[in-house]
């Protein structure tokens, strides 16, 4: 009998940024292992023309949730979902439901956050370190409250290069950043911004690290723990290997790669791609939560969630498995062969840039011109690009992180809660687990049927032909070129000709 999954029976447990890609799994787990547990409340905001009732029907009716729908029926009335907006005071949350909230919560897991690199300082701000301040204030007046679980990224510190699992301190306050987000106007804001996040590569990162100050210094009356896993990929094992339902972290490079338009990367092959399944963290998480509330540790401590101390495996091979994945199962309708390469140069990166990304784009834009229709692939081009250039920063660099937090809850967990609750990743089979993340990219994101593997190989062939034509077309208009101005060219092809006549 696994103790983890029966301390969650008969709880109430509230999930900020359950509809998120890691609040699902945490949700999907926690109904499957525990489906007696008494409610689980969601913090969640109409999005997209849909209440909150339909997302959470969504929700519980994609294929991520398929097998707790046999081990727990009843999943639909035991889900609550609560009006709320973290950019909002108090998170919008009405008197009634704040009432029921503090009257029965036992557990919070608290995953809401913007991750989103670009975001102004005021947003990621008011996301990740303001909202997570008014939920401790909330915590702390809730009386049966056993631990408060905060989801944060082991790139908060990544202006370091080894990181322990404590807090680093940033050098401004994050309550002096709160009440100066209160006064400073966006200008101000966006020329203090470089000065403010300083070795780190972006807003997310940063107010990620203030976040973490703020757990610290107002939860210090609460059983909290931090964890911070590194780059969360496709399920490992659980419900289903390769599930994943948004574009973050490699996700869209797969898209962008697999679909033919990534065709190279400035990115070190040698460096550790620190990807971590989302199972893994999930499961950490819920044995956290656990630990947390039963054994009440001091100080508050902190997970590294991560995989390159254990089983390291680096963005060369990573890059060369996704690639062989694209050969036996191809994405749908490419626009070119996926064939990504690495490059380490700025300058290089540059040519390829404009030879293999911007130049097609522009060869194609002409062609929907000139067939009457919209050209889009230049614009489309720009944002891959963007998009890349925001992500270079963590493809180009390795990290340590210790785990002796992590290691140290493994061995206060049972044999059957170890199995239940594996987040030991040094068993993980990069090779098959990458093969199943671009099986899952294709089902899951793209909604990819597999009866068209066969159509989609086709297509690729006749890419291959055209590549072919276009090569040998350039390389004759070049040499025709050439053999008008050259007396050279022209002697070499006097030379060579007599030979075909052979
Ligand atoms: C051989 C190949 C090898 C491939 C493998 C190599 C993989 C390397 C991957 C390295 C990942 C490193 C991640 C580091 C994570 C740090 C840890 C965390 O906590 S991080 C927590 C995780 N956080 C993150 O990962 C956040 C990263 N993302 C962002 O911050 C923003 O999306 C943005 C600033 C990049 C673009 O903003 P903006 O221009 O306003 O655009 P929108 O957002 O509105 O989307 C525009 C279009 O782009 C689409 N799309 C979106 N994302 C990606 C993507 N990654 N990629 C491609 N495409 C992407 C999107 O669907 C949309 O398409 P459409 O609807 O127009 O058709
Ligand atoms: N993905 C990754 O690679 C990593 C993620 N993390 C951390 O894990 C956590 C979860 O990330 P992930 O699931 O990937 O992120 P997602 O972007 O998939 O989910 C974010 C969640 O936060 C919610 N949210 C955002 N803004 C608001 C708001 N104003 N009001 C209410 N809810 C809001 C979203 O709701 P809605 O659906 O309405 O938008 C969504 O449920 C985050 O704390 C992140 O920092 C850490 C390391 C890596």
């Known amino acids: 009998m696994s103790m983890i999954a029966a301390f969650y029976d008969n709880k109430s447990i509230l999930i900020t940024g359950a509809t998120g890609f890691l609040g699902k799994v945490l949700m999907e787990k926690l109904f499957r292992t525990s489906p007696d547990l008494k409610v689980v409340y969601i913090l969640v905001r109409p999005k997209a023309g849909q209440t909150l009732q339909q997302r959470v029907f969504q929700i519980l009716n994609s294929k991520l949730f398929e097998k707790v729908k046999e081990v727990c029926p009843k999943v639909h009335e035991k889900i609550k979902p609560i009006y709320a907006d973290l950019n909002q005071k108090d998170l919008a949350i009405s008197k009634e439901d704040m009432k029921e909230l503090l009257s029965s919560v036992n557990i919070i897991f608290h995953c809401a956050a913007t991750v989103r690199f670009d975001d102004p300082l005021r947003h990621a701000v008011q996301l990740n370190v303001t909202a997570t301040q008014q939920l401790l204030h909330i915590a702390s007046q809730m009386p049966k409250l056993e631990a408060f679980i905060h989801i944060s990224t082991a790139y908060s510190n990544c202006n370091l290069k080894h990181i322990d699992e404590v807090i680093y301190p940033c050098s401004v306050e994050p309550k002096k950043i709160i009440q100066s987000m209160e006064w400073l106007d966006d200008a101000i804001i966006d020329e203090i911004t470089p000065k403010l996040i ?25 059983n909290v723990a931090i964890i911070r896993p590194s780059i969360v990929g496709a399920t490992w094992q659980e419900p289903f290997p390769g599930w994943v339902d948004n574009l973050n972290g490699p996700s869209g490079l797969i898209v962008a790669a697999g679909k033919g338009f990534l065709r190279s990367i400035k990115a070190t092959p040698m460096a550790v791609a620190d990807l971590i399944p989302v199972d893994t963290v999930v499961n950490l998480t819920l044995a956290v939560g656990w ?95 963007r998009t890349i250039s925001m992500l270079e920063y963590f493809i180009n660099r390795s990290w340590e992180w210790s ?100």
């Open 403 to 502: 785990t002796y937090n992590t290691e140290m809850l493994m061995s206060e967990m049972s044999p059957e809660d170890q199995r239940v609750f594996n987040f030991d990743v040094s068993q993980l089979n990069w090779l098959e687990y990458i093969e199943n993340y671009v099986l899952g990219v294709k089902k899951y994101i793209l909604k990819e049927d597999m009866a068209g593997i066969p159509e989609a190989k086709q297509h690729l062939k006749r890419l291959r032909n055209i590549h072919y034509l276009f090569n040998t077309a350039l390389f004759l208009i070049i040499w025709c070129l050439l053999i008008a101005r050259s007396q050279m060219a022209r002697n070499m092809w006097f030379f060579i000709s007599p030979l075909y006549n052979l």
């Open 291 to 385: 630990y947390t509330a039963v054994h009440r540790p001091k100080p508050t401590l902190i997970y590294h969630c991560t995989s390159g101390t254990t089983n390291p495996c680096n963005w060369g091979k990573m890059g060369l498995q996704v690639l062989a994945t694209f050969e036996k199962i191809p994405f749908e309708r490419a626009f070119r062969r996926p064939n990504a390469d690495f490059t380490t140069n700025y300058f290089t990166a540059s040519y390829w840039n404009a030879v293999s990304h911007r130049a097609p784009a522009i060869i194609y834009d002409f062609y929907l011109r000139l067939t009457g229709r919209e050209p889009r692939m230049t614009k489309l081009m720009d944002r891959l690009l």
């Open 198 to 222: 300083a070795g780190r590569p972006n807003t997310y990162t940063y107010t990620k690290a203030l976040g973490e100050m703020i757990v610290q210094e107002e939860g210090s009356n609460l």
